[in-house]
């Protein structure tokens, strides 16, 4: 494996064991692999914290990890999917935004009111460069967000597309969040609450998906990093 792919490889189960654990369970996975707890070592990021953990292990030991993570975007050489374009040189939050194709407008004026709270969101219809695969980049999205919003304007359960969107979602087991714009959530995350569109503007609504997403364990961490990146980023352009 080329030292480039173990890197991202570890990124990615870095924020898998984010997603999915404590601290404290971190510790115990990863003692099963005789990777022992660091002594010392800051615990204000998961991700950060696994990442240092695992960084010196050999390239076949990261791939069993990767296996016993049945992560879906990693192969059985320990390759991983590239983002799609939008997100790639980015340390912001990754969220799937899903939609009808009618109502791209909305999807992308949700994304920019997201934007503020250091959240990316991928707008297939938006985000795909013309001379890209458009399908091949919603395949990239979908496995390297870090939580899916799905926008449930009318004909959203209707729409073939969509519908497979929310089932990869589900299938990985990420943070899901559901708007109601006129129709229903249906199938699988038909029994979790939806927000409701109601008579709030697209900056209220980014500012309770922030809040949602916050409160989350799955993806709390996550966006707390993806906050300090770009405010450390931000201190380091302003000329002293």
Known sequence: MRVSEKLALIDKIGRELQSRFTFNEIDAFLAEFQIFPLENAERNSKWVYSKTALSGSDDELIIKIAGELDMPDITSTGQHVEPPRNWQNTQEFR???????????????????????????????????????????????????????????????????????????????????SLRMGEDP?????????????????????????????????????????KRATVSSLDEEIPF
């Open 186 to 226: 249906t199938g699988f995350i038909s029994k979790q609450q939806a927000l409701s569109r109601g008579r709030k503007t697209a900056e209220e609504i980014a500012e309770e998906i922030d809040k949602l997403l916050g409160e989350d364990p799955r993806t709390k961490d996550r966006l707390d990093e993806a």
């Open 95 to 177: 969220l799937f935004i899903s939609h009808v194709a009618a109502e791209k407008v909305k999807a992308t004026r949700l994304k920019d009111c997201l934007a503020q709270y250091r959240i990316s969101g991928f707008v297939a219809h938006e985000d795909i460069h013309p001379t890209l695969e458009w399908q091949t980049e919603i395949e990239r999205a979908l496995h390297t967000m870090d939580a899916f919003v799905s926008i449930h304007t009318a004909g959203f359960s209707k729409s073939f597309w969509t519908q497979q969107e929310i089932g990869f979602a589900v299938g990985k087991g990420i943070k899901v969040i």
